[in-house]
């Protein structure tokens, strides 16, 4: 998951944004970015356009989320819909299990969770407001 770099689209005109910007941090999104840029369905896409304020369990404080792409599509029935899209691995939307020895693992993992969690919550406040939709794709969506 360590792998990172510049995407370069096809279709330029119908990304949102600087074109020469487009940063993946992962095969997974570089794999999705392909998918916007390519697919006649998706209009129009960004990735980390829009920012989403939440607030952070770990030092309740107010920080800054931005969600890895928003698109705006074309639905089988020819309507458009716009999505806010999280890309993650499948480990990180899930709660950690508790092993029988706490570890400073354990916990991190537990403070990416309730931070992940707290992003996410906010996440789907802000879509609902304005009628999208928000969701998360891990490697079972993908693959």
Same mark, same amino acid.
């Not at 792998?3 to 910007?21: A, C, E, F, L, S």
């Not at 369905?41 to 404080?61: C, H």
């Given at each position: 998951?360590? @792998?990172?770099?510049?995407?370069?689209?096809?279709?330029?005109?119908?990304?949102?944004? =600087?074109?020469?910007?487009?940063?993946?941090?992962?095969?997974?999104? *570089? &794999? #999705?970015? %392909? $998918? $916007? =840029?390519?697919?006649?369905?998706?209009?129009?896409?960004?990735?980390?356009?829009?920012? #989403?304020?939440?607030?952070?369990? /770990?030092?309740? *404080? !107010?920080?800054k989320y931005y969600p890895d792409f928003v698109i705006l599509a074309k639905t089988k029935e020819? /309507?458009?819909?716009?999505?806010?899209?999280? #890309?993650?691995?499948?480990?990180?939307?899930?709660?950690? %299990? !508790?092993? %029988?020895?706490?570890?400073?693992? @354990? $916990?991190?993992?537990?403070? &990416? @969770?309730?931070? +992940?969690?707290? %992003?996410? =919550?906010?996440?789907?406040? $802000?879509? +609902?407001?304005?009628?999208?939709?928000?969701?998360?794709?891990?490697?079972? =969506?993908?693959?």
């Open positions: 998951m360590a @792998y990172k770099g510049i995407y370069k689209p096809i279709n330029p005109t119908k990304y949102v944004g =600087d074109v020469n910007r487009i940063q993946y941090r992962s095969l997974w999104e *570089r &794999t #999705v970015m %392909k $998918f $916007f =840029d390519q697919s006649s369905a998706i209009l129009k896409w960004s990735s980390e356009e829009i920012v #989403v304020p939440y607030i952070s369990p /770990k030092d309740n *404080r !107010q920080h020819g /309507k458009e819909k716009i999505t806010m899209i999280e #890309v993650k691995p499948l480990s990180q939307t899930l709660p950690p %299990k !508790q092993p %029988k020895k706490r570890t400073r693992k @354990y $916990f991190a993992m537990c403070a &990416t @969770y309730a931070i +992940n969690m707290a %992003k996410w =919550d906010a996440a789907t406040k $802000f879509c +609902n407001v304005r009628h999208w939709e928000f969701k998360k794709l891990t490697e079972k =969506d993908l693959y």
